[in-house]
């Protein structure tokens, strides 16, 4: 039904891939092996869908990427129905893996983020921030499945939440430089990017004991 309605299987993938990764950036082969289809369809949708404006494109050392364009004037009721999985009725047989899924296996997770290669934003210095209590020896085997997904090396750094609220009401530089690059949230448990303004707390250094 949703192929019928959006013109092909293909295109579909397409957009269910842009959509639920908004600032993150792709190139071609990238996208062929993320959502399993025939290289020359892959490049045939997206020559549709820049002609649209529904995506962007940018050359990068020799490489096209392509991400999602949210200035596309349809793109808030496009996102609500390819964005963050919703109902499986839309996202049937969409081979786009839900990385939530496997993140909450390495541990209790507030908050993580993409950025640099992934969003070819290298401002950070970092691909990947995780926030939580997590477990090493998980956290090692999720990278390294990440890396051979992706067909790159991730640099990543992890902080418990205590210190990640501590470096973030000191105005920490590295902290900083991470949140205001650009990004992809891919969780955010507890809403710690857009805290609640009439909530108060009491932030103690990380090593501080009770």
């Known amino acids: 039904m949703v192929e019928q309605l959006f013109g092909s ?3 579909v993938k397409l957009l269910q891939l842009f959509f639920s990764n908004p600032n993150r950036s792709f190139f071609v082969r990238e996208i062929t092996r993320k959502i399993e289809e025939q290289i020359n369809s892959v490049r045939r949708e997206l020559a549709n869908l820049l002609s649209a404006g529904i995506i962007s494109s940018e050359n990068t050392n020799n490489k096209l990427f392509y991400e999602v364009n949210q200035k596309y004037e349809f793109y808030k009721p496009l996102s609500e129905i390819f964005g963050k999985p919703k109902t499986k009725a839309v996202i049937d047989k969409i081979a786009v893996k839900d990385e939530n899924q ?3 296996a390495i541990g209790n997770i507030d908050l993580v983020i993409y950025t640099g290669q992934f969003t070819r934003d290298e401002s950070s210095g970092i691909d990947m921030l995780i926030v939580g209590d997590v477990n090493p020896t998980q956290v090692i085997k999720y ?3 990440l890396e051979a997904r992706e067909n790159r090396e991730i640099r990543y750094t992890v902080m418990k939440p205590d210190e990640y609220a501590y470096r973030n009401q000191i105005k920490d530089r590295f902290l900083s430089i991470v949140l205001s690059s650009k990004k ?3 969780l955010d448990k507890n809403n710690v990017l857009t805290p ?3 909530k108060k707390e009491t932030i103690k250094k990380p090593q501080d004991k009770e």
Do not use: F
Request: proline content about 0%; overall charge positive; cysteine-free.
């Open 143 to 145: 990278i390294s499945d």
């Open 9 to 11: 299987k293909t295109r």
């Open 184 to 186: 992809q949230v891919i």
């Open 102 to 104: 496997s993140i909450k």
């Open 196 to 198: 609640s303004v009439n």
